[in-house]
T-cell receptor, first 110, second 115 residues
Framework: GQSLEQPSEVTAVEGAIVQINCTYQ??????LSWYQQHDGGAPTFLSY????GLEETGRFSSFLSRSDSYGYLLLQELQMKDSASYFC???????????FGSGTQLTVLP | DAGVTQSPTHLIKTRGQHVTLRCSPI?????VSWYQQVLGQGPQFIFQ???????GRGNFPDRFSARQFPNYSSELNVNALLLGDSALYLC??????????????FGEGSRLTVL
């Protein structure tokens, strides 16, 4: 089966940089996605890595090492609105279904 | 353009009842997936449909079933409800391209409470 591990909580201050790590075990791996979810809201897509390396999208970057089964999401210039849950998810199987981690609750302090 | 729409947004049922949840994907998206999200956990994969055919099924009992209609909308049915079925049920759609990039578009979900 598949399993993912990510920290349950992270706290940082406005303007800081925070890294959320994700390790995974899966078969038939296609890629690693990151999603953001505010309380009571829909998960929204942030980024996707299929190959090793860093992908940058504005203040957010995501990294993947397939050999280490490891990835991270890097959030720069943190803003209060970044307070949310962040999920890593592996894409695998013939249907490329997503298997999500348990999520990391990010709290940004003023 | 409308995003993924789900109905109802909230509902309360009692043990043993059944429930039907509905989802309309983004226009042009042919794939619909269903996820269950229990409070404090990540979404858990239930089903994926593409072009009206089941393409994937998660580790859920046979009480859970789904179907996709010719207009690509979808229904999730849950029979013989248990207290543990209380959760947020999320529907997500994807185009062929977005599925290859790990990008799903989620609706706001249907929050089911089983008493």
């Amino acid at each position: 089966g598949q399993s993912l591990e990510q920290p349950s909580e992270v706290t940082a201050v406005e303007g800081a940089i925070v890294q959320i790590n994700c390790t995974y075990q899966t078969s038939g791996f296609y890629g690693l996605s990151w999603y953001q979810q505010h309380d009571g809201g829909a998960p929204t897509f942030l980024s996707y890595n299929a190959l090793d390396g860093l992908e940058e999208t504005g203040r957010f970057s995501s990294f993947l090492s397939r050999s280490d089964s490891y990835g991270y999401l890097l959030l720069q210039e943190l803003q209060m609105k970044d307070s949310a849950s962040y999920f890593c998810a592996v894409s695998s199987g013939s249907a490329r279904q997503l298997t999500f981690g348990s999520g990391t609750q990010l709290t940004v302090l003023p | 353009d409308a995003g993924v729409t789900q109905s109802p947004t909230h509902l309360i049922k009692t043990r043993g009842q059944h429930v039907t949840l509905r989802c309309s994907p983004i226009s042009g998206h042919k794939s619909v997936s269903w996820y269950q999200q229990v409070l404090g956990q990540g979404p858990q994969f239930i089903f994926q449909y593409y072009e009206k055919e089941e393409r994937g099924r998660g580790n859920f009992p046979d009480r859970f079933s789904a179907r996709q209609f010719p207009n690509y909308s979808s229904e999730l049915n849950v029979n013989a409800l248990l207290l543990g079925d209380s959760a947020l049920y999320l529907c997500a759609s994807s185009s062929g391209t977005s599925a290859n990039t790990g990008e799903l578009f989620f609706g706001e979900g249907s929050r089911l409470t089983v008493l």
